[in-house]
């Protein structure tokens, strides 16, 4: 295989033709050609710099499909960086769908929706939903209040420790973490 006027044998490490490195720009980032149009293509296992039609395209790093870039950090990214790639909520209306779905917890589904939060297409913050089972449903009979359950904020669960409270969109409750030996 010829690049550049280098011959390059398959397997052999070149010092002069670097390719798209998606750990070197961080993690869950990928690699785009940026076009001369301004838009952004996903490459892969291509030179960082290369010629299409006349024209150097260079690479971009961005987020891959399906995360976004922490712009300013607060305690629920404690290990993350700013600048870092996070995966993405899905939007408000599909967390309810989804939760309504599920026969163990699908009465906190309904009572979910009646929130102000989740009313809206253009949420002002993420959220934690900590949906309750409802297998003893018994336990559940008189579940009324779904806003004890949601956690202003993103968590992910490795930021839930043993002994941790949360403030919940519910003012009077919080919300105590207790981890199990299993998980």
Known sequence: MNVNGQSIKFGKISDKVN???????GY??????????????IASCTPFT????GKNLEFDYKCCAGYEKIEKLSYTFK???????ALQLSPYEMCTELIGNQSDI?????K???????????PDKPYTIFAPSTRNAEK?????????HIVPGRFY??????GLQLNTLDPKRKLYVTREHYG
């Open 140 to 148: 559940y009979k008189d579940f009324t209040n779904s806003a004890e």
């Open 19 to 25: 390719y798209a490195n998606p750990d070197q720009a």
């Open 50 to 53: 290369m010629q299409r039609c």
């Open 28 to 41: 869950h980032h990928c690699a785009f050609w940026r076009l001369s149009d301004g838009h952004s293509i």
């Open 112 to 122: 979910m929706k009646s929130l102000n939060q989740f009313n809206t297409k253009t």
């Open 79 to 85: 290990d993350f960086k700013k600048g870092e790639c």
């Open 157 to 162: 669960l490795k930021d839930l420790k043993s």
């Open 106 to 110: 699908s009465p906190f589904a309904d």
